[in-house]
């Protein structure tokens, strides 16, 4: 994919946030991504995302804080912590990175009714998996056309400005 590392994001754009950016933040997998944060935070950039976004990121680090743990073994970890509700109890560290989201100065807009609508195009145009095309409805309906991600999904639609971190590779969707 070629495209525009997260570095390069102007002062004072405004930038819709896939998740992946927070994961691999909160992974320590991509100083681009603790960068862009730390640039929301401070103010140079208006970063927003979307609650849809927010309950991958907050699934996604909840499986990933079990298996770093050893709460649990890797392999269909979602399915073992459904069957092990005493360890869902347990996690906490992916909590408190989660409450950190609104106090880096980032927006989160809700996914209402017509999002979930427009939703269908991005589907229908460009193949996108579900989440994706909620973020990218949310992110067209706010008039934010530049995304901020990981993944290559967004890289075809029309009208949009993809950003990624060019401190990793930049992958096909794992959603």
Same mark, same amino acid.
């Given at each position: ?103 880096? /100065? ?10 979930? +609508? *427009? %939703? $269908?195009?991005? =589907?229908? #145009?460009? /193949? ?10 949310? +992110? *067209? %309906? $706010?008039?934010? =056309?530049? #995304? ?28």
């Amino acid at each position: 994919m070629t495209g525009s590392t997260l570095d390069t994001i102007a002062s004072g754009s405004r930038v819709f946030l896939d998740a992946t950016i927070f994961i691999h933040h909160f992974t320590g997998q991509s100083l681009q991504c603790r960068r862009l944060l730390e640039r929301c935070e401070e103010g140079e950039v208006g970063g927003v995302t979307c609650t849809a976004a927010i309950a991958e990121v907050t699934h996604r680090l909840m499986m990933i804080e079990a298996v770093s743990r050893r709460m649990i073994e890797g392999g269909n970890v979602a399915r073992k912590l459904r069957e092990r509700p005493d360890v869902v109890r347990r996690l906490q560290m992916y909590q408190t990175q989660i409450d950190r989201i609104p106090v880096m /100065g980032i927006d989160i807009l809700p996914v209402d009714a017509q999002v979930i +609508a *427009a %939703s $269908a195009e991005f =589907r229908r #145009l460009y /193949g996108l998996l579900t989440n994706d095309s909620i973020i990218a409805a949310c +992110a *067209a %309906s $706010a008039s934010i =056309r530049i #995304l901020a991600s990981a993944d290559r999904d967004f890289a075809a639609i029309d009208g949009f400005v993809v950003h990624h971190p060019g401190d990793l590779p930049v992958r096909e969707s794992a959603k």
